[in-house]
Every structure is written in structure tokens, then in C-alpha cells.
């Protein structure tokens, strides 16, 4: 039974399948988020109340309004204060961290089994650190520094750019990174639900952690990989001696971009196994509640169509920079290997030279385009 002022926040939930159901155990809360923000701000001195709201809400409600009325306002205020629309960026690999440490913290507050949110806040941790990490050594948190590819877009977006904003960069985005986080909703109700299995972790909350962490480790070493071919090109295009401590030949250096390790069976490793860890989420709170599929899918599809258009969008800016990378992309998969993947190393084919060519052609079709919309 819960205690009587939890009623308020969580469904009563009776077998695994209901805590995937969404018409009961999101539907009845949503009216909670139209009063939330102003019970907060008539008792923002009050640390005790705001931390009896904080119980009596339901924490996916608290979880959105969070991502809603807070992070996507402060991140389009700084994008259009500053014109640096890299805001949301700063804080890719921190946001889904608290949404998730946020859930495991309501849990043990409720007094409720968190075996699978622990277990969810802990691989989103040791996730967020290896992002975060990769985005300071990269410059990203230098004050100015900016995503090349909102440089570009703003090119092409003119006067559109503010809407563009609004929509997609600062609302979008957060609302996309609260909803790759809300399986762990899902695995916070199955913890609910008495039993004496619930007393401990099932097989399922065993082993998908492991299959998380088995992704990052792949990201953490094509991050490595990339970064290590770009100081030897960098180190390359300052003295044009080929460094002596990278393993890379003068031609791998010239192509200006990297072919070899994991990049030469996939265009992006660390794109690929990205998408997969909040894929792997989604299903470990499908095979916990017992359900083929669910409503937090939005999430995880809504997570690769973004993979899928920005990299189709970075490819872009890509070809156009280096010649040979239309080479490349009939050659190696963008995200997984192709059945007949081809060393950059072996000669160009005339087959490829004559695709590469289209393919020249159609992009700068559509850069025409884009400039004749600018106009």
C-alpha cells in the first residue's frame, strides 16, 4: 500500500504491464503540472514545503516541468543574449544525469525499492562523465566556443534563426533529453509493486547496466581514437612531418579525416553506440514491466531521428570540406558496417569516382537552394 500522501503522486500499479501504461501513470498527473511552477515560486523560501511538493508530485511531472520551464527558458535567454546557440550543448551530458539522479532520489525519499533507478542513475553518471569530459577537452566549455554546426545554420537560417531557436535548439532538445530519460520512470514503478522478487534486483536490472556500460566504453575509445588522429593531423599540418608517436601514413593524414581503428567500419562508433545506450534504456524498462513496447519510445526514436538528421547534416559540411569523404561514405556505413566495407586505403574505383560526382552535384544543388531561400 503506498502512504497516503504518496497516492498523490504515484499510480496504484498492480502487475509489471501497468507500469508501462500510460493512460495510468502519466495521464492522471498532468494537471499537476499547470499549478507546479506556482506552488513553487509562492514557497520558494520555504525549504520544508518545497520539499513536500517535491514528494506529492509526481516525479515525471517534476522531471518535465524541470526541462520546460527552467532549463529550455534559461538556454534560449543565453543563445539570444550571447548568439551562441551552444547552450543546451554545454549541458548535453549533465541534464539526462539529473533527470535520472532525480528519480532515484525520489524513490529513496518515498521510501520505495531503487534497485533499477540506482543502477540507471549510476551507468547515466559514468555516461555524462565521458561526454563531459570529451566536451572540455575539445574546447567546449571555452567561453564563445560554439557547435560549427550552428555556425552554418545560422548562415542558411537568416531571420529564421530566433524561431529556429525557440523551437528546436532550446525547447526541443530539452524536451528530447527529459523523454530518453523516462524509461527510468518506467523502472521506478516497477519497484512499486510488492513482491518477494522486488526485494531483489531481477536479471534483467543485472544485466543491462553491464550492456550500457559496454556502449560507453566503445564511445570513450572512438572518442580516443578521433582525438588522437586529430592532434597527429594537427601536429602534420604545423611542421608537415608526419608525428612520429602516432602509428598514422602521410595519405591518412592528407585525407583529413579519420579512416582507421574503429573508423574503418563505421563513419561514426561514437554516434552508433550513442543512440544505442538510450535504446538499451528503453528496452531494459520494456523486458522489466514485461511489454513488448511502450510509450517512452518516443524518446528513444525521437533520439535517432536527431542522430539521423544532424549527422546527415554534419556529412554534409564534411564532403564539402574534404573530397574524399564521398569516398568514404560508399565505403564504410554511416553507423554499423556494411556487409562489403572497403579499406580507405585501396585505390578509388572509376564506379566510385563517378558517384562521388553525383553526389557532388546534389549537394551543391541544395546549397544553391539554401542561398536562393537566404535571398
Known amino acids: 500500500m503506498l502512504v497516503p500522501h504518496l497516492a498523490t503522486a504515484l499510480p496504484v500499479v498492480k502487475t509489471l504491464p501497468e507500469c508501462a501504461d500510460f493512460v495510468k501513470t502519466v495521464g492522471p498527473y498532468i494537471p499537476q503540472l499547470y499549478t507546479l511552477p506556482q506552488q513553487v515560486y509562492a514557497h520558494i523560501t520555504d525549504l520544508g514545503t518545497l520539499k513536500n511538493i517535491y514528494l506529492y508530485t509526481n516525479p515525471l511531472i517534476t522531471a518535465f516541468a524541470l526541462a520546460i520551464f527552467f532549463i529550455a527558458p534559461l538556454a534560449l535567454i543565453a543563445g539570444e543574449v550571447n548568439k551562441n546557440y551552444s ?19 525520489w524513490a529513496h525519499m518515498a ?3 531503487t534497485h533499477s533507478v540506482d543502477r540507471a542513475m549510476a551507468v547515466s553518471v559514468i555516461w555524462g562523465a565521458r561526454l563531459t569530459f570529451n566536451y572540455w577537452r575539445k574546447g567546449g566549455y571555452q567561453i564563445g566556443s560554439e557547435d560549427y554546426r550552428w555556425v552554418t545554420v545560422r548562415k542558411y537560417a537568416g531571420n529564421w534563426m530566433f524561431l ?3 523551437l528546436f535548439i532550446s525547447f526541443g532538445q530539452s524536451l528530447l533529453l527529459f523523454l530518453i530519460t523516462t524509461p527510468t520512470y518506467v523502472l521506478l514503478l516497477t519497484n512499486t509493486i510488492p513482491s518477494p522478487a522486488a526485494a531483489k534486483p531481477s536479471t534483467y536490472t543485472q544485466t543491462f547496466p553491464y550492456i550500457i556500460l559496454t556502449l560507453v566504453a566503445i564511445e570513450y575509445i572512438a572518442d580516443q581514437q578521433q582525438w588522437t588522429f586529430h592532434q597527429a593531423k594537427h601536429g602534420y599540418q604545423s611542421t608537415a612531418q608526419v608525428p612520429k608517436q602516432h602509428n598514422y601514413t602521410r595519405a591518412q593524414l592528407d585525407r583529413g579525416f579519420n579512416t582507421t581503428g574503429l573508423f574503418a567500419y563505421s563513419r561514426h562508433p561514437n554516434f552508433a553506440a550513442e543512440q544505442a545506450v538510450w535504446v538499451a534504456l528503453y528496452q531494459w524498462c520494456c523486458c522489466e514491466s514485461f511489454v513488448l513496447w511502450n510509450w517512452t519510445v518516443v524518446g528513444a526514436a525521437s533520439y535517432l531521428l536527431l542522430f539521423w538528421a544532424s549527422t546527415k547534416f554534419t556529412e554534409f559540411i564534411t564532403a564539402g570540406k574534404y573530397p ?26 572509376g564506379e566510385e569516382k563517378r558517384t562521388a560526382e553525383k553526389m557532388e552535384g546534389r ?6 537552394a539554401l ?5
Open 87 to 105: 547552450q543546451i550543448d554545454r549541458f548535453w551530458s549533465i541534464i539526462p544525469v539529473v533527470f535520472n539522479a532525480h528519480y532515484s532520489l
Open 111 to 113: 521510501g520505495f525499492p
Open 164 to 166: 529556429f531557436n525557440v
Open 324 to 349: 574524399a569523404y564521398r569516398v568514404y561514405q560508399q565505403r564504410v556505413g554511416k553507423f554499423l558496417p556494411k556487409a562489403r566495407t572497403r579499406s580507405m586505403e585501396e585505390g578509388e574505383t
Open 363 to 368: 549537394e551543391a544543388k541544395v546549397k544553391d
Open 371 to 375: 542561398k536562393g531561400k537566404k535571398r
